[in-house]
């Protein structure tokens, strides 16, 4: 079958693996939609050291059922899931406790597991243990199920910050994450929620998909200033860093008020690292969340607010592209105001 996979000297090929097998307790899915995500386009130019090689990519993956297992139970073939890629042990203490996305023996589909970038994908076993496989209504197609993991690490993140009604809120970065942090700071009753893009095309672009948001540039009166202006002189309660960019870490850091939150959502490439001034953290009492990933019951949220038409994820589908043409998809988001790409095997 016809896959895209980093292969075992980093380089990433398109190229003809066996169809996967089901385990006894697992599945294979024909994969329906399999999307591209920011991790992936971060791999797409820099590698990784995370992937463990031959392996075939993409985590954002729903299908349809066509094989399962003798002994797997509730799951059939004709039913279309939605994956979680990030599957804990289920053993340790944070998995216990409900957060198996922290799991020191975390494994990921399309990192330790095979993933969605091909026409077949296996479904393993511990997936269905921990819960991660979630079958899906008529009211939700396969393409918007595909979003329903991008929008659960958004979620991860919220809860954390806890967004409060009137709170000021800023965004660095307008691309599909950002766009999401502004619908749910908003569905929060967050008072102003501002956004930080230095392309005038994907700050345009956003301001026509998300109402309501105040878009600023960091190359006009500064970002500070204008932070202060819409805020009333008071800084932002929440920043989050929507984009990988050490420059906005330290932007964020600068443009909260006293006792502010910080989301630091976008990884960077990479070894770098040291962009948050810990000073500031220490004298304005700000608190600063990391995020990694999501569990299996914020995936479910997320496909429960697309199916309830919370959450308008077809809008954000800016093209589809066929498996062979993939590598055109990712130099399409690298040069093009691409909000998200869909991946069809």
Do not use: W
Not at 10 to 36: H, R, T
Not at 140 to 150: C, H, M, R, W
Not at 273 to 287: A, P, Q, T, V
């Amino acid at each position: 079958m016809l896959s895209f996979v980093y292969d075992e000297d980093g380089s990433l090929i398109l190229k003809d693996m066996p169809k996967p097998v089901p385990k006894s307790d697992g599945a294979v899915i024909k994969v329906y939609s399999c999307s591209i995500c920011g991790t992936d386009f971060r791999m797409y130019m820099h590698g990784s050291k995370k992937i463990t090689p031959p392996r075939v990519l993409g985590h954002e993956v729903a299908g349809v059922i066509v094989e399962t297992g003798s002994s797997l139970e509730d799951f059939y073939p004709g039913e279309t899931v939605a994956v979680a890629p990030a599957i804990g042990c289920g053993y340790c203490h944070l998995c216990t406790e409900g957060h198996p996305n922290m799991c020191d023996k975390l494994k990921t589909i399309g990192f330790q597991y095979d993933g969605g970038f091909a026409e077949y994908m296996e479904i393993p076993p511990d997936a269905f243990r921990m819960g991660n496989v979630n079958k899906l209504d008529n009211c939700i197609e396969g393409d918007e199920a595909a979003l329903a993991e991008p929008i659960a690490c958004v979620i991860n993140a919220h809860q954390f910050l806890s967004i409060k009604e009137g709170e000021d809120v800023v965004i660095f970065g307008s691309g599909f994450i950002g766009c999401i942090h502004a619908e749910l700071a908003l569905r929060s009753g967050a008072g102003k929620v501002i956004m930080v893009e230095i392309v005038k095309s994907r700050a345009e672009e956003a301001s026509k998909l998300v109402e309501g948001i105040h878009i600023i540039s960091p190359g006009e009166a500064g970002i500070i200033f204008e932070v202060k202006k819409l805020t009333g002189g008071k800084g932002a309660d929440v920043a989050i860093t929507a984009c990988s960019s050490g420059k906005a870490q330290e932007d964020a850091i600068s443009i909260l008020s006293k006792r502010g939150r910080l989301s630091l959502f976008g990884g960077i490439p990479g070894e770098a690292k040291g962009f948050i001034d810990s000073n500031e953290i220490h004298y304005k009492e700000l608190s600063v969340y990391g995020v990694h990933a999501s569990t299996p019951l914020q995936n479910r949220t997320a496909i429960e607010l697309i199916s309830n038409g919370s959450l308008n994820v077809k809008k954000y589908i800016t093209e589809r592209f066929q498996l062979k043409d993939i590598v055109k998809a990712f130099e399409a988001i690298k040069n093009e105001n691409m909000m998200k790409a869909i991946i069809k095997p």
